[in-house]
């Protein structure tokens, strides 16, 4: 028997910001048996990531295209891979049977057929105790990036002053948490007021800004941290990162996570005050959420036991149906979501 799975490509190359017309879906038949001895899975695909990274892997070139065989660039008309839970449908790997949730490589598509030798990218859900999403969201990648960066890339001591941005997405909103949780006073900007509200009303921010508003990010940076800026966790890149670095307090770290307004740019590129650096022993590094996967366990184990308890929000922006990724995918480069965004394929 078959399964016919339907999934998004890309029409061509893409070069600045991407928009729904350069995505098309497609089709293709995969097979429900599964040959013995393959270890492959086959998946059907619930919820899948929305990330800006993929754009990179979009593009003709792009240093992350060099980074991970498992996010390779993308060719038009390919398949695309992205973080994600589904529910096992067939198996020929004795670690899985049908009906197994699991998380972890499948595809903006409604059917991943995990190859053997990928297996070790899924990983069995033995847990219903948080909604499948949150294994997308603040339990996954997303939350592994911030955990990897701010705990062994920003090195936070207590006490300490961090600047976030792009602070109510799906990185920044938890950075930010876990900052406060740490003892941290903590700072960050979002580009609509309804973010900035969100991260000081509900997320317990010290304080946040519209920087779509600020005229002078240097001078802002200033009042909010007349002290320094100890740590700075970088989402976005461009004038934003210089004007960090010009506000860094002696032996600060920048933990450079993204810059997604480089990505739609190519022409954008931060030139931060190298002088700065040199005199106030700023550390620039940047991370990828991999360089932390050992720290898998810890960070689920610390991050679940937050969210049980109330003292971390998982902040999601859901949309549904597999043709609704262009759009979902989109609006990440124009500020539409709040939270993680995410798309709902199907509903079991
Ligand atoms: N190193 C890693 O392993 C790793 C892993 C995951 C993500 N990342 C990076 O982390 C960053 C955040 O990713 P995410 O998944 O958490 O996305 P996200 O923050 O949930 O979504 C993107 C947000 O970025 C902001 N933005 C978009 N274009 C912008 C621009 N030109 N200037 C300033 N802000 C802009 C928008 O919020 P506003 O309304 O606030 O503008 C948008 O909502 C990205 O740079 C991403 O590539 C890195």
Same mark, same amino acid.
């Given at each position: ?6 999934? *998004? ?15 098309? =879906?497609?089709?293709?038949? %995969? +097979? ?8 492959? $899975? ?43 839970? /589904?529910? =096992? ?8 049977? &049908? ?19 990928? $297996?070790?990218?899924?990983?069995? %859900?033995?847990?219903?105790? +948080? ?11 997303? @939350? ?17 002053? %961090? ?5 109510? /997405?799906? $990185? ?13 006073? *903590? ?13 000081? !009303? ?13 005229? !002078? ?10 002290? /320094?800026? !100890? ?9 934003? %990162?210089?004007?960090?670095? #010009?506000?860094?307090?002696? +032996? ?33 590094? @940047? ?26 929000? $998982? ?12 759009? #979902?995918?989109? /609006?990440?480069? #124009?500020?539409?979501?709040?939270? &993680? ?8």
């Amino acid at each position: 028997m078959e399964v016919t799975s339907r999934y *998004v490509t890309i029409k061509h190359h893409i070069t600045g910001s991407p928009k729904q017309s350069d995505f098309e =879906v497609k089709t293709a038949n %995969l +097979f429900l048996s599964l040959d013995t001895g393959s270890n492959d $899975v086959l998946v059907k695909n619930l919820y899948v990531s929305i990330d800006p990274y993929q754009l990179n892997r979009m593009k003709e070139y792009s240093a992350s295209q060099m980074a991970s065989e498992y996010a390779l660039a993308v060719l038009p008309g390919q398949a695309i891979n992205a973080y994600g839970v /589904g529910r =096992v449908i067939a198996s020929a790997n004795p670690s899985y049977i &049908k009906d197994d949730m699991i998380v972890g490589l499948i595809g903006w598509e409604d059917y991943t057929l995990v190859r053997g030798k990928d $297996v070790i990218m899924i990983r069995k %859900l033995d847990s219903t105790e +948080f909604p499948l999403s949150y294994h997308v969201s603040a339990l996954g990648l997303s @939350g592994l990036t911030a955990y990897g960066g701010f705990f062994n890339v920003c090195k936070p001591k207590k006490g300490e002053t %961090l600047f976030v941005s792009a602070a109510s /997405g799906s $990185v920044g909103n938890i950075v930010g948490q876990y900052a406060k949780l740490f003892g941290c006073y *903590v700072v960050g900007c979002a580009g609509t007021k309804q973010k900035v509200d969100l991260l000081t !009303d509900k997320l317990g921010f010290d304080a946040a800004f519209n920087y779509k508003k600020t005229t !002078d990010l240097n001078s802002t940076l200033k009042r909010y941290f007349p002290d /320094g800026i !100890d740590m700075y966790f970088d989402n976005v890149g461009g004038e934003m %990162l210089e004007a960090a670095v #010009a506000n860094m307090s002696m +032996f600060g770290r920048v933990a450079v996570c993204g810059v997604i307004s480089e990505y739609t740019d190519a022409k954008r590129r931060a030139g931060p005050n190298m002088t700065e650096v040199v005199y106030k022993r700023i550390t620039i590094q @940047g991370f990828l959420a991999s360089d932390y996967m050992n720290d898998f366990g810890d960070f689920l184990s610390t991050t679940s036991d937050h969210i049980q308890n109330g003292r971390l929000h $998982v902040i999601e922006d859901i949309s549904h149906n597999l043709e609704s990724i262009p759009l #979902a995918f989109e /609006g990440l480069f #124009a500020g539409d979501n709040i939270g &993680k965004k995410i798309v709902q394929i199907a509903d079991n």
